[in-house]
């Protein structure tokens, strides 16, 4: 007989065919082993009952009564008719309301009787009232087993229609415990469990969905976070280790003509600490006959890619090729530019390869490419297509890697005999929990220094109502000779208004800011790239005083004279997101300033996130920040991609705690048993088992 969680939830019950293919279409539930797996979001407290006076105002989500009925009032008629039960407990007066379900609520409720009430406080006329509360005579209670802590699941439009609501799943649950709870394995290992204060697996399913106390539920929840987290990093570690065992890696003992020549003659400027130490980081990685594969986290501006370029020199200087590869053709041309601008006279051939690349181009490119004539590619996705195929690649770089899948990366492994080193470049500042959970089979390198003469951008937040405050700032900055963003927010659910916004802003800014005196181009996604490339080159050329832009479009741009940075509806983006959009200002050597805009009306969590932003300029901080605000799925609203796995109860933005356990225990177990191979290991195999992901697998391949 097989193990009993993985047998179909329509037997159990109370589902039966219908619900179970509700269940499975709403919440993926298709055994018993997923319904006992699905966990309460939230949980009230019913250990407390609070006196009716003490309730001042609705900022209480739930509350719980003991008091009388002293009366009933039918109120009203037609669809307005609801039914009224006065209740006094001493200290006051409540009215509990039905519109629905009257007859028989009447029937159940007796005058003089006392009830215990649960439910959402409001304030109608002065008056505390509970609409459509749960009521239940004290005596009722005290013969029923009752939870101080009650969870409350999760539950769709579907699934109320479909009598599923939060109250039915947590019948399903009575249900189903008494089937499963003597049949449960215990998934960690004895040893585990000790060493972390970990209680057994059956006491912590029981607390998750019937907490005996708020003590027992929070024991609860740190097991199965835990668990969560542990068969997760056993997997990430697993691979890494595996990668750092095998002696595949391309060799770059050489630092030659290429490295030096640019070194000695071409690089206009010293190089940061930050830029110094990681160049060595690589070129430590380069000789020891592993594959690399490294993250590199810095700022916007602080001098990623001149990083790249020398160690993209050093893969030439060993007889290998390079390339770059960036999100977009606009990035991806300015890369190449620069590379072009920086190389001049090194004998170092450096071609660019876009979706817009001519067929006739494409053929003689590639031609070059396997002949070795061509050194360093720089290009979009299209270097990915199988038809680009290189003598010798030794070395990828990868810029804002969040916007590829981890599909694509793989692609790229597959270009030469043995998988090419890899840098990954990223200005999201990705906190470190979140790093270790995402990236834990690739190194951190840091660049945590920006190049010298840098003035701390200022940051200030106006409501749409000063718009014309805004407008004679930006004349006057205008009138010093500096240029000016402004970026509106695209967000894929709602584009066609966005365009909207961003036509509207447009118009707008061409009506504050009229022709001839003043230049404003506009650049967008939906554009023709001959359009974007004038707009753009007007810009850069200093021409057009104002660049009116969506916030995708613009990563990468560098313009050092722009000095002003207006981000529209500020509100609507994350903290990273602003962040970035803010480093495009402050290159150059005047005072930079970020102008955040936002409604009027903000809701708390935007008026801390625009606070935060006007406090500091640490991307860290922030980022850190928004996670704990939004959420890892939010951040910056590109990371969920990196996302190779759904988490069940942990958080990133608040387990760190639990995350830094869970590795290490990972770690103690994989340096005694490294592919998990030991008899006495055999469980922590399951455990990562059910851990590794389709999208994880993708990511071995990088291995
Ligand atoms: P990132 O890609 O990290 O956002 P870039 O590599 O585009 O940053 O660099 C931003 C700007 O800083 C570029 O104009 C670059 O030439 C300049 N820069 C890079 N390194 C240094 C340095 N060590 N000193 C001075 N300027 C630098
Ligand atoms: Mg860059």
């Known amino acids: 007989m097989g193990y009993i969680l993985d047998n179909d939830v329509k037997f159990l019950t109370g589902v039966g065919e219908r619900r179970a293919l509700l269940l499975q279409k709403e919440l993926g539930i298709r055994t018993l082993g997923d319904l006992l797996y699905y966990f309460p979001f939230r949980y009230i407290d019913r250990s407390r009952i609070w006196r009716i006076g003490e309730i001042a105002d609705d900022s209480l989500t739930y509350i719980q009564l003991r008091a009388r009925i002293t009366g009933f009032q039918h109120v009203g008629s037609g669809p307005k008719k609801r039914f009224i039960a006065v209740v006094a407990d001493g200290s006051g007066t409540a009215e509990l309301v039905w519109f629905k379900g009257i007859n028989w609520i009447e029937k159940r409720l007796e005058a003089g009787r006392e009830y215990i009430i649960f439910g959402r406080p409001a304030f109608f006329n002065g008056a505390l009232n509970l609409v459509h509360p749960e009521v239940e005579s004290v005596l009722e209670q005290a013969n029923r087993f009752h939870a101080e802590v009650q969870g409350v699941y999760s539950t769709t439009e579907k699934l109320n229609n479909g009598q599923l609501g939060t109250k039915a799943i947590y019948t399903l649950m009575c249900n189903l415990w008494p089937q499963v709870e003597g049949h449960l394995r215990e998934t960690l290992p004895g040893d585990v469990m000790s060493r972390y204060g970990l209680v057994p697996l059956r006491d912590a399913l029981y607390n998750i969905h019937f907490p005996t106390s708020q003590q027992a539920l929070r024991a609860a929840e740190y097991r199965l976070k835990f668990e969560e987290l542990f068969g997760i990093q056993l997997n990430i570690l697993r691979e890494q280790r595996g990668r750092k065992a095998r002696n595949d890696g391309f060799l770059f003992p050489a630092v030659g003509r290429f490295f030096n020549g640019f070194y000695n003659e071409k690089l206009p400027f010293p190089l940061t600490g930050a830029q110094k130490r990681v160049i060595r980081e690589i070129r430590q990685d380069t000789v020891t006959g592993h594959q690399m594969n490294r993250l590199l986290q810095g700022d916007v501006g602080s001098g990623k890619t001149l990083v790249a370029l020398m160690s993209m020199l050093l893969a030439c200087d060993n007889g290998f090729q390079a390339c770059l590869m960036a999100p977009t053709e606009i990035l991806a041309t300015q890369h190449h530019a620069t590379l072009l601008r920086m190389l001049d006279g090194l004998g170092v051939r450096v071609e660019l390869l876009t979706g817009s690349t001519r067929k006739s181009e494409r053929t003689a490119l590639a031609e070059d490419l396997l002949s070795g004539d061509v050194h360093i590619l720089v290009g979009t996705h299209a270097l990915i297509e199988d038809t680009v195929q290189f003598k010798n690649l030794g070395f990828v770089v990868i810029d804002e890697q969040h916007r590829f899948g981890v599909e694509q990366r793989a692609r790229l492994w597959n270009k030469n005999r043995r998988p090419p080193h890899v840098l990954v470049m990223t200005a999201t500042p990705i906190p470190r929990t979140l790093a270790m959970t995402l990236y834990g089979d690739l190194d951190v390198s840091v660049i945590d ?223 005694d048993d490294p592919e998990l191979a030991k008899p006495q290991n055999k469980l922590l195999c399951e455990l990562a088992a059910k851990y590794v992901s389709k999208k994880e697998t993708d990511f071995s391949m990088i291995s």
């Open 449 to 671: 220094e920006l190049p010298p003469g840098r003035k701390p951008i200022r940051t200030l937040h106006y409501r749409d109502a000063h718009r014309l405050q805004v407008f004679g700032f930006i004349r006057n900055e205008i009138k010093k000779g500096r240029q000016v963003y402004i970026v509106y927010p695209l967000i894929k659910e709602s584009e066609k208004m966005d365009y909207k916004d961003l036509e509207d802003g447009y118009a707008g800014i061409t009506q504050a800011f009229p022709p001839p005196e003043y230049v404003t181009v506009v650049v967008h996604g939906k554009m023709k790239p001959a359009d974007k490339d004038y707009g753009m080159n007007l810009f850069k050329q200093g021409v057009a005083h104002i660049m009116i832009a969506t916030s995708v479009i613009e990563v990468g741009v560098d313009v050092p004279n722009a000095s002003i940075m207006v981000i529209e509806s500020a509100e609507r983006f994350g903290l990273s997101q602003l962040h970035q959009l803010r480093g495009r200002v402050g290159r150059g050597g005047e005072q930079s300033y970020c102008i955040l805009m936002s409604g009027d009306k903000l809701s708390s969590d935007s008026r801390k996130r625009l606070a935060a932003m006007v406090r500091t300029t640490d991307g860290f901080e922030l980022a850190e920040m928004d996670l704990q605000l939004r959420g890892p799925g939010d951040l910056s609203g590109t990371l969920q991609s990196g996302l190779a796995f759904d988490l069940k109860i942990a958080s990133l933005g608040k387990d760190g705690q639990i995350l830094t356990l869970a590795r290490d225990a990972a770690e103690r177990v994989l340096a």
